[in-house]
């Protein structure tokens, strides 16, 4: 597939640009007039198809879980283990396809060793990843028995913003839309959440609801996305700002509400306004 080709438009000579375009159940191919809007189809487009090469090992997978983790998946948001368990293929296929030089695997040859070296990947951190969505499952049904304890009237704002936060983190097709990577993190923003929700009962004029308030204006204010951006989307449409943002917004949760689990990074409303401004 070439990089680049000029085609005859109304007697003019026109630059275009082929693409893998993802089609739903297959890939195939356009040609764009743009070439950004080339970069984020192929990156799709390959990611389609390297997936539709891939055999995940879902059932083995699903069948060594523990108990326990077993009864977190099948509480949750997925319509079946199953869905969460090709959701996880799905993320890793992700992080694989973003980890490569997606534009330049043009050809069978450089499609061939990506595809081989995604099933590899795949078949190896499956049950890792599915295991990480048990743990951050867990952990959201913890945060949401400490939310249910909130019963205070005056406390109501407080209820309201964690349920928004757990929602954001867990829900059906969470594990791809984190990403691997971020999925890591998740246990540890949710108990953060419900070490909130319990301290806010017995200390309710502690609360840090201001300060993460704050935060979420500055994210607002520059037109970055509190919860809705995807790491395929981030990767794809070249959005490492906003996603950087998205997390630092979690990170600053933990500093302010819950500081003895530790954050990934040194956070603060400073460092999150200087993000968002670019600099």
């Not at 326990?68 to 296929?93: F, I, M």
């Not at 951006?229 to 949760?253: H, N, P, Q, S, Y």
Request: charged share 25%; proline share 5%.
């Amino acid at each position: 597939l070439p990089a680049e080709e000029t085609q005859r438009i109304a007697g003019s000579a026109v630059r275009v640009w082929p693409a893998l375009v993802d089609e739903g159940d297959t890939a195939g191919v356009r040609v764009f007039a743009d070439e950004d809007e080339a970069h984020r189809a192929h990156w799709r487009g390959l990611g389609r198809l390297v997936r539709c090469t891939a055999h995940p090992p879902v059932p083995f997978v699903l069948s060594h879980l523990t108990t326990a983790e077993r009864l977190a998946v099948a509480a949750g948001p997925y319509r079946s283990p199953t869905a969460l368990g090709e959701d996880a293929a799905t993320a890793l296929v992700d992080a694989q396809v973003a980890a490569a030089d997606a534009w330049a695997v043009r050809d069978a040859e450089a499609f061939a060793q990506l595809a081989t070296a995604t099933d590899a990947t795949v078949g190896a951190g499956l049950a890792g990843v599915v295991q990480a969505a048990a743990a951050a499952l867990t952990a959201a049904r913890e945060a949401n028995r400490a939310i249910a304890g909130i019963r205070s009237p005056r406390l109501l704002p407080v209820a309201a913003d964690l349920r928004t936060q757990v929602d954001g983190l867990v829900f059906d097709g969470f594990v791809r839309a984190v990403g691997v990577r971020q999925l890591q993190e998740l246990p540890r923003y949710l108990r953060a959440a419900a070490r909130r929700a319990q301290r806010v009962v017995e200390q309710p004029g502690r609360d840090p609801l201001s300060q993460i308030s704050r935060a979420q204006y500055l994210l607002a204010e520059a037109g970055a996305p509190e919860r809705d951006i995807t790491f395929a989307e981030a990767v794809a449409d070249g959005r490492d700002r906003d996603w950087k943002a998205r997390w630092m917004l979690e990170e600053f949760r933990v500093s302010v509400s819950a500081q003895e689990l530790g954050t990934a990074e040194p956070v603060s409303l400073q460092r999150l306004g200087t993000l968002l401004r670019g600099r």
